[in-house]
């Protein structure tokens, strides 16, 4: 079986780093999404609301890339940098899974982010049929 890396356009796809890896019959495997447009620029600086709106915007791109769907998201990590933006996290979870269909999730504190100007970052893994 041979490994498929995951770059979609629109989006910055750095040197070294793969937005997701799909090797056929396993689950894809998403790298952690920033709130960061198809340009480079950060979204939303100091708007948990709009960064994290983007975030799920760019794990849509990258699972649907990957042949996939929201619905194929099995588990999500949420790593924040304040306690406090859980219920903007929440929020816009509800919006992007349907009622009854959410992952299995782990939402965990941590002191910084690759750039500081990044609010919240997510990872995920899919199983695409």
Known sequence: ??????????????PG???????????VFISGQVAQDGAGNV???????????QVFL???TVVN???GSMDDIVKI??????????PAVAAARM???????????????????ADPRFLVEIEAVAVVE
Do not use: C, W
């Not at 979204?43 to 709106?53: L, Y």
């Open 65 to 67: 890339a990957a042949g």
């Open 58 to 60: 760019n794990l849509r």
């Open 17 to 27: 780093y793969s937005h997701a890896v799909v090797k056929e019959g396993l689950p």
């Open 1 to 14: 079986m041979s490994k498929r890396v995951i770059r979609p356009t629109g989006m910055v796809n750095s």
């Open 95 to 113: 919006n992007y899974f349907r009622h009854g269909h959410m992952p299995a999730s782990t939402f965990l504190v941590v002191s910084s982010l």
């Open 43 to 53: 979204v939303g600086e100091r708007d948990i609301e709009a960064q994290v709106n």
């Open 77 to 86: 990590t949420v790593f924040v940098t304040d306690l406090s933006y859980r």
